[in-house]
């Protein structure tokens, strides 16, 4: 099978290092090449605090005492997400990625939309160039005619469910089943730093927050979502009963290379979704195996 290209967007800072770097690692590893894609063709940087551990605390705010962390260190990246983003700060496509507006779907083999919760996500999250490049994306089609595998993790999803097709004007996820950043994972988190670990910065867990009557979670990334969707049922959160169940859902417990029990992805068709740092091992290895699929199988379809 030939050496593909996927593509990866990235916002200008505050991208979750562990969705990105680990995804890029896996690709990489069984053969495939990333390009990356920033507004200003300039490097990306990942949120420091996710890095670091810095700021977490309620202490945080303190620049003699930042250094000192506790809740910081169960929040940030796990240690071999931070080693794989230091291995990912040496890659030249990661130093020197495209444009936005550079971006042409006939380009790549295929997509990957990772996220972040800090607010430097928004420029990604609202930019119309890279939503119409998402959207011309799902509707673009291999040699073989086969449309091309798009995987999106936690707010990457929001991403999709904003990009519109031209042909419907709806949502590209209008009428498939997804999966996202949970409102039970984002208010958990959201609660957490904001009475306890970040209090002075009551919001870093919410990308988008409501105003005066506006239900609470009203711009959560599941509820956003779900609004794109053709039924609330094509969210697709872990199902009660389901093995695992409680290790998936506590957002105390992320999945492992060789551990796949506390993940949860989802798949439709030549779509792959998943939601939070906590499945994406299971989210890059399950995207790896649809493109090897795909792109093997027609392989074997042109020597054939």
Same mark, same amino acid.
């Given at each position: ?18 969705? #990105? ?6 690709? =990489? ?9 920033? !507004? ?8 420091? =605090? ?19 962390? *506790? ?40 997509? #990957? ?12 999250l609202e930019s ?18 086969? !449309?091309? !595998? ?9 991403? @999709?469910?904003?990009? *519109? ?15 996202? *950043? ?6 958990? @988190? ?48 872990? !199902? ?6 409680? =290790? ?23 779509? *792959? ?9 299971t989210f890059a ?15 074997? =379809?042109?020597?054939?």
């Amino acid at each position: 099978m030939k050496k593909l290209n996927i593509v990866m967007p990235l916002p200008s800072h505050d991208f979750d290092p562990s969705e #990105v770097a680990v995804t890029w690692g896996i690709v =990489r590893a069984a053969g495939h090449s990333v390009t990356f894609a920033t !507004p200003d063709g300039r490097r990306a940087h990942a949120d420091p =605090r996710m890095l670091t551990g810095e700021g977490l605390d309620p202490w945080g705010w303190v620049p003699v005492l930042k250094k000192i962390r *506790l809740i910081g260190l169960l929040l940030r990246a796990e240690s071999g997400a931070r080693q794989t983003y230091r291995a990912l700060e040496q890659d030249p496509n990661f130093l020197h990625p495209k444009r936005y507006e550079a971006l042409r779907s006939q380009d790549f083999d295929g997509l #990957v939309l990772p996220g972040g919760h800090a607010r430097g996500m928004r420029p990604y999250l609202e930019s119309h160039s890279l939503q119409a490049f998402v959207a011309d994306f799902f509707e673009s089609h291999d040699t073989a005619g086969q !449309p091309k !595998p798009v995987a999106a993790i936690c707010h990457g999803v929001l991403l @999709a469910a904003r990009s *519109l097709s031209p042909k419907t004007g709806k949502s590209v996820l209008y009428g498939r089943k997804t999966t996202a *950043l949970t409102w039970k994972l984002e208010r958990s @988190a959201w609660q957490l730093t904001r009475f306890l670990a970040r209090f002075w910065d009551a919001t870093y867990y919410r990308t988008y927050t409501e105003d005066q009557g506006e239900p609470v979670g009203y711009w959560s990334v599941e509820m956003e979502v779900k609004r794109a969707l053709a039924h609330d049922a094509d969210f697709c959160d872990v !199902p009660p009963g389901t093995e695992h169940h409680a =290790r998936k859902t506590s957002g105390m417990v992320r999945d492992r290379l060789d551990d796949a029990r506390a993940a949860w992805v989802v798949r439709d068709s030549h779509y *792959l979704s998943a939601r939070w740092p906590g499945d994406v091992h299971t989210f890059a290895k399950a995207y790896v195996a649809m493109l090897n699929a795909q792109y093997g199988a027609a392989a074997l =379809r042109a020597n054939g």
